[in-house]
């Protein structure tokens, strides 16, 4: 009946939660939050020991055991039960609807330190499966008379494992790295000695905060000096963790009481989380044990700095503190450089789905088209379209690229545009003949994107004479918006480099950047997000900090970290961690994206690197002029590689049929699940068959309604148009909102007719083509020991 509700227990057992973590449940209906993770249903710890089994009480809504009855409001604590604890929560739910749900992990705050404020949660993991958790419509409530049902795992459903870290919602991060031997001690008896580092936030303002009140307060920091113990004031919301650039050490986790060793050449990265950082400093001590320590015996503070909040101005920089002994004198400095992350305000993220950590592994050897149909600008085998526009792009697409690669970056106005070059070289005169000094390099920041469709220009790296000369029409300046991803067919995947200043080893930078790095990819992200849609999107950066930031800032595409490894083709950058591919591998996993993006060089040199880089949990995507060779491009995927980035697809593409992985992957998906439905139409005493198809019809894409009109649109455009049509590369100009046209293929409606026609029986229905897997895919780069496999998991077929 409608309108009718049932009561439902949600219960869930989870392990190793941290201080002031709480279990929520989310879903696709208001009663659970509606995808908001700030409208969560919150659950509650439940009293007892494992060794007891749990009731409830209808009459009082409260949980009891038989054996700890008077004891009911005890929680049981983690270290006393090896199977972790239990969250659970009565939720009134609708009867007449499909129920979809996910718990998560999250810390829950005031919003902005006021009495009565609006709560804001922060997100610490969640579980990001590509078919939730589902309760069936008309199921009858699983509250008992007996007992309580068994409780979810959290993470693990239909036979595998998928928990993500959260991302950014209300707090904020700052990332302080420690490379090239960042500590100098001038006193001579603390040379040569190894000297452990920890780093503690403190809370500059000790009045008026409510957040000190709902944590605690004052607490006693065990980290300080052993002869004062003294007491500061943290943060209520911090959490400090460390990730070292090494094998064992590449992931984030929570500090030890005296910090850790500082060993020559060691990459460090101190991970600090909080909620209002202009009244935050962050208080570095240094500890030395001595050569002659017992086991167990702390070790001597020696002196300790301080990081205001004030010197943390810009969203990168680099810093210079003095090292203060006990006895308040200095006896060294610390050399650190920062990164300050922040949320994208206001943005109404939903925990629906998550495409950050998923690769499905049939795709493997995926072509991907570099720049479109490739470079334009090299005096030798160059592309015959113009690199980076609608139409390069187009062309890709039309000659099998299962994505195309371009770049992104602002414009003077604040406008996402495809370009490769910081710089444009631009004539100052009107005349066929052009000379190398009437040209004029003008960096792209400095334009604004009309300026940018009204110039004559050419590419900075090609001053050559004859140069032909065009306007930023409809094949210069394309902006990534709107008009972009409606002009390319949407079963095409896009592969978003994010352009930025990079510093080179001898430290000097490529371009002097005057844009604030959060805003600039805050501006990327929400165009990207507002228009992508279900496209297939990864972005990639040789920042490795831009990476780490795009991870952090939202919760929906994967991210690859572009690395050149070691060459002399390119000047070597100053951030050791785009170096080599260890280096690189090692990055990755500390900022949980999906993998790399390494140079083909490397890859010829030491192919054994591709299955190091497996391994490790990661998806390795090669690019380089290496790979514009048939032999080598097919060379590349026999090792291995999850995709090739190429110039001249149109050349060099070996499909016999000339369409995207994608769309291949769309179409047979269609197929199975019209055939499936005709067939439940005339087996209705199967419900097994109706099951199936509730679950996962939401989840197959229509390929008829997606099937886009190629037409020869200008190419002139803005980022936002990508997410909803194309995108243009060496073109700036801005993308509109097209909506997709509902076409239907005649034919392969023919096609699916036939093949559903001979269905009578449904058990012959489910020996037709629809896909299962018979081997498990892995699901790469998990933030659990066991394996991940798809295992039921049929939507991630579609997903990315």
Not at 245 to 269: C, L, N, P, T, V
Not at 355 to 367: F, M, N, P, T
Not at 429 to 445: F, G, N, S, T
């Amino acid at each position: 009946m409608r309108g009718t509700k049932r009561d439902w227990i949600f219960r869930v057992q989870v392990h190793k939660l941290e201080k002031n973590e709480v279990l929520y449940v989310v879903g696709n209906i208001p009663e659970l939050g509606a995808w908001n993770h700030n409208q969560a249903v919150q659950m509650s710890q439940e009293p007892g020991s494992r060794d007891s089994p749990m009731f409830f009480d209808n009459n009082s809504g409260e949980f009891y055991s038989d054996d700890v009855h008077d004891n009911a409001g005890e929680m049981f604590r983690d270290e006393d039960n090896e199977d972790g604890q239990i969250f659970s929560q009565k939720v009134a739910l609708p009867i007449d609807v499909d129920i979809n749900f996910r718990y998560i992990v999250a810390v829950i705050c005031d919003s902005n330190g006021t009495k009565n404020s609006a709560k804001t949660l922060v997100i610490r993991r969640w579980e990001t499966h590509m078919i939730p958790r589902i309760i069936k419509k008309n199921m009858p409530s699983n509250i008992t008379q007996d007992s309580l049902p068994d409780p979810d795992t959290f993470g693990y459903y239909n036979g595998y494992c998928k928990i993500e870290r959260g991302w950014l919602t209300d707090e904020t991060v700052i990332q302080f790295k420690l490379f090239n031997n960042p500590i100098k001690l001038w006193k001579n008896r603390l040379q040569n000695r190894k000297v452990h580092i920890k780093m503690t936030p403190v809370n500059l303002d000790r009045h008026n905060s409510l957040e000190l009140q709902q944590f605690g307060g004052d607490c006693v920091d065990d980290s300080l000096s052993m002869d004062t113990q003294d007491i500061i004031d943290q943060p209520a919301f911090s959490i400090t963790e460390i990730a070292v650039m090494s094998d064992e050490e590449a992931r984030f986790k929570i500090q030890e009481q005296f910090g850790r060793a500082y060993h020559e050449d060691d990459f460090i990265i101190f991970n600090v989380a909080v909620r209002y950082p202009e009244i935050v400093a962050y208080l570095v001590d240094y500890y030395v044990y001595s050569s002659r320590c017992f086991p167990g015996e702390p070790p001597s503070h020696i002196g300790f700095s301080y990081i205001l909040p004030s010197t943390l101005q810009s969203s990168v920089g680099l810093l210079t503190v003095p090292i203060t002994s006990t006895k308040h004198r200095p006896i060294g400095q610390l050399t650190v450089e920062y990164v300050v992350i922040k949320s994208i305000p206001d943005y109404p993220w939903d925990t629906s789905i998550s495409y950050a950590k998923h690769w499905e592994q049939r795709w493997s050897g995926l072509d991907v088209g570099h720049r479109g149909l490739g470079t334009s600008f090299q005096t030798k085998n160059c592309a015959n379209v113009r690199e980076n526009t609608v139409a390069s792009l187009k062309t890709a697409s039309h000659h099998g690229a299962d994505m195309v690669e371009f770049d992104v970056q602002l414009s003077k106005d604040h406008i996402p545009v495809i370009y490769h070059d910081f710089y444009v070289s631009i004539s100052l005169k009107r005349k066929k003949q052009i000379e190398a000094m009437d040209m004029l390099e003008i960096p792209v920041k400095d334009l604004t994107l009309e300026q940018l469709h009204l110039l004559k220009s050419f590419n900075a790296s090609s001053k050559v004479n004859n140069m032909e000369i065009n306007y930023f029409h409809s094949n210069q300046g394309n902006s990534i918006d709107n008009h972009v991803s409606l002009e390319l067919d949407q079963h095409v995947g896009f592969n978003i480099e994010i352009k930025w200043t990079m510093q080179l080893k001898d430290g000097t930078f490529e371009l002097n950047h005057p844009f604030d790095l959060n805003l600039y990819l805050d501006t990327i992200l929400k165009v990207v997000l507002e228009y992508g849609r279900n496209r297939k999107i990864v972005f990639s950066s040789f920042n490795p900090d831009i990476c780490a930031m795009i991870r952090l800032k939202q919760n929906k595409y994967p991210v690859v970290f572009l690395t050149q490894g070691v060459t002399s083709k390119y000047p070597t950058y100053h951030d050791p961690r785009c170096q080599t591919i260890p280096m690189a591998v090692r990055h990755a996993l500390a900022a949980d994206i999906l993998g790399i993006n390494v140079h083909t060089e490397d890859i010829l040199r030491d192919p054994s690197q591709v299955k190091f880089v497996k391994d490790s949990g990661l998806i390795i995507f090669c690019w380089g002029d290496d790979n514009n060779d048939k032999a080598t491009i097919q060379h590349l995927k026999k090792l291995g590689l999850h995709a090739v980035i190429y110039d001249k697809i149109d050349e060099y593409n070996a499909k016999e049929v000339k369409e995207s992985i994608f769309l291949v992957d769309a179409r047979e998906n269609q197929k199975a699940l019209i055939a499936l439905a005709q067939c439940n139409q005339t087996c209705s005493s199967q419900p097994q068959i109706t099951s199936s198809l509730d679950t996962e019809k939401d989840y197959y894409m229509d390929v008829d309604k997606s099937q886009n009109m190629i037409t020869t649109t200008p190419t002139t455009t803005s980022l936002a148009s990508f997410g909803k049509n194309s995108i243009g590369g060496d073109s700036m100009y801005p993308i509109s909102t097209v909506k997709l046209p509902s076409t239907c293929d005649h034919q392969e409606s023919k096609e699916i007719s036939e093949m559903a026609k001979d269905f009578s029986v449904c058990a012959k229905s489910l020996g037709h083509s629809l896909k299962t897997k018979s081997t498990s895919g892995i699901v790469y780069g998990q933030t659990t020991a066991l394996p991940e496999i798809y295992g039921e998991d049929e939507s991630a077929k579609d997903c990315l």
